[in-house]
């Protein structure tokens, strides 16, 4: 089941703070949280596991709130590298299934 | 090394055409991934190996047969395909080891395709 992001795409100004929310009506094991600028690959930024633990970028923060399996990314003081469209993919189970589904992606744009 | 890589970086096949996307990865990781991406639309999965093995296929039509020759290798092969597999196939990789919990991916470029 895709989880579902909003918003669909922010405009921000450099400096200012943005948040993206992903939620699932799935009870998740773990959410990645995902950068892809235009033509390029996605990139890694965070991921959060049910339980709290947490891995990913010092310059980004997130949570994962489980008992509405809900996920937020907190983008503070954005650069103009910021600029992408960010994914949440979700994880329902650990070990049996290494199935990430993917939302359908947030885009941002950071202009000067 | 850190990086996954893909190879061809673009390709134009017709539809009677067999052609092979490669993927290689040096990290030790043994979980290897095939996601197809259309634009403005996010990754979607076609197959998944874990261990060398076939862990995951999605329902994907048959002209697309994926390999895994080794734990740093992934390949997909490519046959008879139509216009509308033309798409960013996407490579990724991930630890998938027993003892951490965390399996997050790391991606490749992508092959172009266009399929005429």
């Known amino acids: 089941q895709q989880p579902v992001q909003s918003p669909q795409a922010v405009i921000l100004r450099e400096g200012e703070d943005a948040v993206i929310n992903c939620s699932s009506s799935?009870?998740?094991?773990?959410v990645h949280w995902y950068r892809q600028k235009h033509g390029e690959a996605p990139v890694f930024l965070m991921i959060?596991?049910?339980?709290?633990e947490q891995k990913g970028h010092e310059k980004i923060s997130a949570s994962f709130n489980e008992k509405k399996q809900q996920s937020s990314l907190y983008l503070t003081a954005s650069q103009l590298s910021y600029s992408g469209t960010y994914f949440c993919?979700?994880?329902?189970?650990?070990?049996?299934?290494?199935?990430?589904?993917f939302g359908k992606g947030t885009k941002l744009t950071v202009n000067p | 090394d850190t990086e996954v890589t893909q190879t061809p970086k673009h390709l134009v096949m017709g539809m009677t055409n067999k052609k092979s996307l490669k993927c290689e990865q040096h990290?030790?990781?043994?979980?290897m991934y095939w996601y197809k991406q259309k634009a403005k639309k996010p990754p979607e999965l076609m197959f998944v190996?874990?261990?060398?093995?076939?862990?995951i296929n999605e329902s994907v039509p048959s002209r697309f047969s994926p390999e895994c020759p080794n734990s740093s290798l992934l390949n997909l092969h490519l046959h008879a395909l139509q216009p509308e597999d033309s798409a960013l196939y996407l490579c990724?990789?991930?630890?998938?080891?027993?003892?951490?919990?965390?399996?997050?991916?790391?991606f490749g470029p992508g092959t172009r395709l266009t399929v005429l």
């Open positions: 190996y874990s261990y060398e093995k076939l862990s």
């Open positions: 990290m030790g990781h043994r979980a």
């Open positions: 799935k009870a998740l094991y773990s």
């Open positions: 990724a990789s991930s630890p998938r080891l027993a003892q951490s919990s965390y399996n997050e991916q790391f």
């Open positions: 993919g979700t994880e329902k189970a650990q070990g049996g299934s290494e199935k990430l589904v």
């Open positions: 959060l596991l049910k339980g709290g």
